[in-house]
């Protein structure tokens, strides 16, 4: 059973440019979970997603970021215009479903994204 | 609002020995879940081991075990026999509603 699968592992982009990182979580896994580790810090929440619903978007920029789980495919959160704040490691990580229920969270292996 | 601490950026311990890394959380909430996770420079976070509030023992997981003083809101994270390859961040975090709340880690370092 392949784990949270990430792509790409590093993203270059200069400033202004829009981002797409993507996530497939785990075969089975029908909730997604989008985190942001900036340099020296520890992972914080961004957005909570099932299928083609956000239920939580609390951690989210107002501005400039979003995310979507379709359907059909990995989720993607896209950051427009990106500016160099934005660098950090992005780390998507899924679980089974039922919320109240307690499902273990399992992480991919990060999106690094480095704005120039 | 739920925070997690973790006071101590740096630590290390000899190879084999054992070394406890320490954690305080907020909440007003009476049952939860509290994790250490490590993060080796590959960057994967990978679960170390979890605690269930409710449960009044402490969890154990082979070289690995936590102290956890509900009241005192304490949650450390005890490594015996330690190994090179223990190196890593650990990050304590705590889970509200269906996210996880981090510290922001302790870096482990172990001498030869």
């Known amino acids: 059973n392949a784990g949270v699968m990430q792509n790409p592992r590093h993203l270059v982009r200069r400033r202004g440019q829009e981002a797409r990182l993507r996530c497939s979580p785990m075969?089975?896994?029908?909730?997604v979970y989008w985190y942001r580790q900036l340099p020296e810090e520890g992972l914080k929440f961004m957005v909570y997603?099932?299928?083609?619903?956000?239920?939580?978007e609390s951690g989210m920029p107002k501005e400039r970021f979003s995310a979507e789980f379709p359907k059909e495919g990995p989720s993607i959160l896209r950051i427009q215009q990106v500016v160099r704040g934005d660098s950090a490691a992005y780390f998507c990580a899924s679980s089974q479903g039922l919320a109240g229920v307690f499902y273990e969270q399992f992480f991919g292996p990060g999106t690094r994204l480095t704005v120039l | 609002a739920q925070t997690v601490t973790q006071s101590q950026p740096e630590m290390s311990v000899q190879e084999a020995e054992t070394v406890t890394l320490s954690c305080t959380y907020d909440?007003?909430?009476?049952?939860?879940?509290l994790f250490w996770y490590k993060q080796p420079p590959s960057r994967q976070m990978i679960l170390v081991i979890r605690q269930e509030a409710y449960k009044q023992q402490n969890a154990t997981e082979n070289r690995f075990s936590v102290n956890f003083q509900k009241a005192a809101k304490s949650f450390s994270l005890k490594i015996s026999d330690s190994q090179l390859g223990d190196a890593a961040m650990y990050f304590c975090?705590?889970?509200?509603?269906?996210?996880?709340?981090f510290g922001q880690g302790t870096r482990l370092t172990i001498n030869p």
């Open positions: 997603l099932q299928k083609e619903n956000i239920i939580d």
């Open positions: 975090a705590y889970r509200w509603v269906q996210k996880l709340v």
């Open positions: 909440t007003s909430e009476s049952d939860y879940y």
């Open positions: 075969k089975g896994h029908s909730h």
